[in-house]
């Protein structure tokens, strides 16, 4: 580890268990922000409680209360979900 609750970039990556390169973009986008470390300033450092925000879920404005308007809705009107179960042969 680079430093106490500072990760390098490459170990960020592999603790979000995603590419550099989206390290990068999340870095240049404004999500990530980076520091650089003050005994090599080549190198670039992010927070690990940053990350952490990071891998919390985001709940979607919304999409529950919709999800459940229409199978609520679906339910109403005797519609079901087909699947390849109730399909025959």
Do not use: C, W
């Not at 430093?3 to 970039?9: A, E, I, V």
């Not at 879920?57 to 999409?63: H, T």
């Not at 199978?71 to 109730?86: I, T």
């Amino acid at each position: 580890m680079a430093s106490d609750g500072y990760l390098n970039l490459k170990e960020a990556a592999r603790y979000l268990g995603v590419s550099d390169i989206k390290i990068r973009r999340l870095i240049s986008k404004g999500l990530l922000k980076v520091s650089f470390d003050p005994l090599d300033d080549r190198k670039r450092l992010v927070k690990k409680s940053d990350l952490d925000a990071l891998k919390t879920p985001r709940p979607v404005d919304g999409a529950p209360a919709q999800r459940q308007e229409k199978v609520s809705r679906n339910l109403a009107h005797g519609k079901r979900k087909n699947s390849n179960a109730n399909q025959g042969s």
